[in-house]
Structure formats: structure tokens, C-alpha cells
């Protein structure tokens, strides 16, 4: 699946791998999936299958429109609902969108309203695909091709590959809530002010990942875009599907915006995309879920550093002793781990010391508890940036010492 949508509205943008739900020898169609149930949206953009891009809402959709034509499809909320105004509008403004829209009891009153708001075509649910591809082919084939913008050019990080093969770092955590993402995208945007090369956080908690919340970035491509393209796949396909964190210079790849997308998305497909990453970037930061998958194991191994996060109570260091355990097991290096002990300081009673016996490893970095990170975190803000001084922000430079002491040119 690849967005052929943009974030900004008359942008062209590069359209990697856009698939085609109309089928062989017609004019490739985007199609949007629209429906505010994710499970409705979902389930309808996985059986229209590649190329259909799930929106919650018109208005999510409209200001992403790009000149090409596009099918939507109304999912079954839509058939009574007074939404069908917006999609009134939006067909009315657009000769280059058409809609169908599919409903779950196909009554006279149903298709009235909905070709009164200009739908052309009302199916009954369940619907096979056969029957859904050829109602969105009829449609694409009377849309006009309006002008298309031109092209915005390249961007994305400028580079030059310089045959140095940057350096990968995952940060990973047997448990959710240990601070994984927190400390991912800030040192991440501490690595990108040190580094005169570009710096790239991957988002590879495909289900769940937060990374594009936590830094407050609108992804136009994803993870998704990435992986459709991969066959095509180079670095300068790529650059352009990262989003840049103006205030910090760093590049992202953020995760999945549907969360139905990431059991698209394997272990080799994100290892490519990584080994690609590194041949221009300074270093590759990683955030990752909360448990072993097939993607987190196979971007481990080709780590030069896992930074192992821990908080500071019982069942996060139980869980973090097994994930040491299982990594033992798959025979990762040792000397690839760094134990991060988060929230080192909280008034809970357990002693750093005791900590590290318990888990036959000493910690590379103790990162403090502190008020200042959910605040942060609440405003789309990195706390290195938003509270400088603070003792986490601190502890998260010294973290980034152990990769890129400061001193090396500064970039703003
Ligand atoms: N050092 C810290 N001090 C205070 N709060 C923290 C700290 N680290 C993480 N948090 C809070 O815990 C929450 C979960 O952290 P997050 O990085 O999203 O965990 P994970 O990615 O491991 O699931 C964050 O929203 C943040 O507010
Ligand atoms: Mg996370």
C-alpha cells in the first residue's frame, strides 16, 4: 500500500509503487477508503487491497488531494449520516474525485441520498472484491485529470554518500511504558544537532508507534510508502519519504498511520530499508515495540547498538531479565547492549546497584524521572529542546556522548 496522497494541499509529491485497484490496462487510480470506524475503514482498505489509503473523515481527506483523480469509498457509516454534506461539497469542488459508497441495508432512501450528494454507485455489504474493483474502475474511468501541480523537486536530507556506513542504534524494551520512544526520538534529536551528516529515527513500532505524536510532525509517507516501493528502493527514493524535525534537523520515517498496515510490513522489507538509511546518514535511531517480533529481532541483529531500556520496578526489570535472556539466546553479542535504566531516581525504592546485580549487567546510562517529560511529550515537544537544563535532558546528552561526544560540529 502507498499514500498517493499529500500533506499539503496542490503538492506534488513522488508516488512510489501506487497501486491500482482498477485493474490491468486502465489508467492507475488512487483510492481513498473513508470511513470514521477504523474497523469498517480497515476492513474495506484491506479488500480493495493495494493502493487504497483508509481516511477517517473527508476532512481528513480533502486537503490532501493532489490534482490526480481519485475514487473514494464510503464506508457503511456513511449511509446515515449526515457527513454525506461534506462529500457533497468535496465532489461538487472536484471534478477529479468520484465516489461509491457501500452500505450495510441498501434501502430506496439510502441511494437517494446518495446520488442526490453525487455518489455514482451504492453497494450492498458483504460485497465481494471482484464487484467493488469494477464499481471503483467505472467510476475512475469518468474522472478528469486536472491539471497536475509541478513538481516540488527532491527533498529530504541533502547528502553525499561519503562510503562511511552510519551507525544503527535500536532502543528496545521487553515492557510498554519503560520509556522506549521518549528516549529514542531525544537522542535521536540530540545525535541530528551534533552531526553534520543526517541523523533518521525510524518508527519501527508498526502497530502503535508515537513517534510522529511525540515530535509533532504530519507524515506524509510512511513506513508503508517505503516498503511498496522496495523494489525500486534507493536512497534517493527514500530521503524523500522522510519528514524533517525542523526544530532539531532530524529526518523521521514514522510508523504505519493504520495500525491493519504493519502485518504488511517484515523483517526483511525493514532491514533493507535500514541498510539503505545508514549509506547516507550519520547514525539510524530505531524506536521498536515492547516485545520480540520478526522485524525487532532482524533489525537487533543488524544493530551496532541496542540500548535496552529498563524503569525502575519489579516486573520492569523481570521482563527486561527475560529479554536479556532471549537475546542471550539468539546469540546477540553482549557488547552490542546498553542497559538505560529510566526514571533512576524515583522515590521507589529500588537501588541502582541492587538493579544491576539482579540483571548481571551495569547500566550505561541512568536517565531521571521527571514532570518535564510528559509535558513534552504532551505538547509534541523533545525535552532536550523544551527543557535544556533539566536533569533528563542532561542525562540524554551524556547518553548521546557515548555515541557522538559534543564537540563534533554542531549543525543549528
Ligand atoms: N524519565 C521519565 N520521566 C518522566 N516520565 C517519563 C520518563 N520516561 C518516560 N516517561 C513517560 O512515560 C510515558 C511512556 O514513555 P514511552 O517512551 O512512550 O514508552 P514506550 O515507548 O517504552 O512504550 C511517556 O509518555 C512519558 O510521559
Ligand atoms: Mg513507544
Not at 25 to 44: H, K, N
Not at 59 to 64: K, T
Not at 89 to 95: D, E, M, V
Not at 126 to 147: G, I, K, M, Q, Y
Amino acid at each position: 500500500m502507498t499514500s498517493p496522497f499529500t500533506g499539503q494541499p496542490g503538492e506534488a509529491m513522488p508516488r512510489p509503487g501506487m497501486g491500482a485497484a482498477t485493474g490491468g490496462g486502465r489508467p492507475q487510480v488512487a483510492v481513498a477508503v473513508v470511513d470514521p470506524d477504523q474497523a469498517a475503514r480497515s476492513r474495506l482498505a484491506m479488500q480493495l487491497g493495494q493502493g487504497a489509503t483508509p481516511f477517517p473523515s473527508i476532512n481528513d481527506l480533502a486537503p490532501r488531494l493532489t490534482g490526480q483523480p481519485v475514487v473514494i469509498v464510503l464506508g457503511p457509516t456513511y449511509s446515515n449520516s449526515a457527513e454525506l454534506q461534506a462529500v457533497e461539497q468535496l465532489l461538487t469542488a472536484r471534478r477529479e474525485v468520484g465516489a461509491i459508497m457501500v452500505t450495510t441495508e441498501l434501502t430506496t432512501e439510502v441511494l437517494q441520498r446518495a446520488l442526490r450528494a453525487g455518489v455514482k454507485d451504492v453497494l450492498q455489504l458483504p460485497v465481494d472484491s471482484h464487484a467493488l474493483a469494477e464499481a471503483v474502475s467505472r467510476v475512475a474511468s469518468t474522472l478528469a485529470v486536472v491539471a497536475v501541480p509541478a513538481a516540488a523537486g527532491p527533498h529530504g536530507p541533502e547528502f553525499e554518500a561519503d562510503g562511511e556506513i552510519g551507525r544503527v542504534i535500536t532502543v528496545f524494551s521487553t515492557k510498554g511504558g519503560a520509556g522506549k520512544s521518549v528516549i529514542a526520538s531525544n537522542l535521536a534529536v540530540t545525535l541530528a544537532r551534533r552531526s553534520p551528516k543526517p541523523v533518521v529515527l525510524i518508527d519501527a513500532d508498526l502497530q502503535f508507534g508515537d513517534i510522529a505524536v511525540m515530535l509533532k510532525l504530519s507524515p506524509q509517507h510512511t513506513v508503508v510508502d517505503a516498503v511498496s516501493a522496495l523494489d525500486r528502493l534507493d536512497a534517493s527514493l527514500l530521503r524523500n519519504l522522510l519528514i524533517e524535525h525542523p526544530p532539531s534537523g532530524l529526518w523521521v520515517l514514522p510508523a504505519p498511520l493504520e495500525p491493519a498496515f504493519a502485518d504488511q510490513i517484515g523483517a526483511a522489507e525493514m532491514v533493507r530499508i535500514v541498510e539503505i538509511l545508514r549509506t547516507f546518514c550519520s547514525f539510524v535511531v530505531v524506536d521498536t515495540p515492547a516485545y520480540f517480533n520478526d522485524v525487532v529481532l532482524g533489525l537487533i541483529e543488524i544493530s551496532d547498538d541496542v540500548l535496552l531500556v529498563a524503569g525502575m520496578d519489579i516486573p520492569n526489570i523481570k521482563n527486561v531479565k527475560i529479554g536479556l535472556q532471549t537475546l542471550r539466546l539468539l546469540n546477540t553479542p553482549m557488547e552490542k547492549l546498553r542497559l538505560i535504566l529510566n526514571r533512576a531516581n524515583s522515590k521507589v525504592k529500588l537501588d541502582v546497584g541492587e538493579v544491576e546485580r539482579t540483571l548481571g549487567v551495569q547500566a550505561d546510562a541512568l536517565i531521571p524521572s521527571d514532570v518535564v517529560v510528559p509535558q513534552a511529550v504532551n505538547r509534541g515537544e523533545a525535552v532536550v529542546l523544551n527543557a535544556p537544563k533539566s536533569s533528563v535532558s542532561k542525562a540524554i546528552e551524556e547518553l548521546a556522548d557515548l555515541f557522538l561526544p559534543v564537540g563534533a560540529k554542531r549543525k543549528r
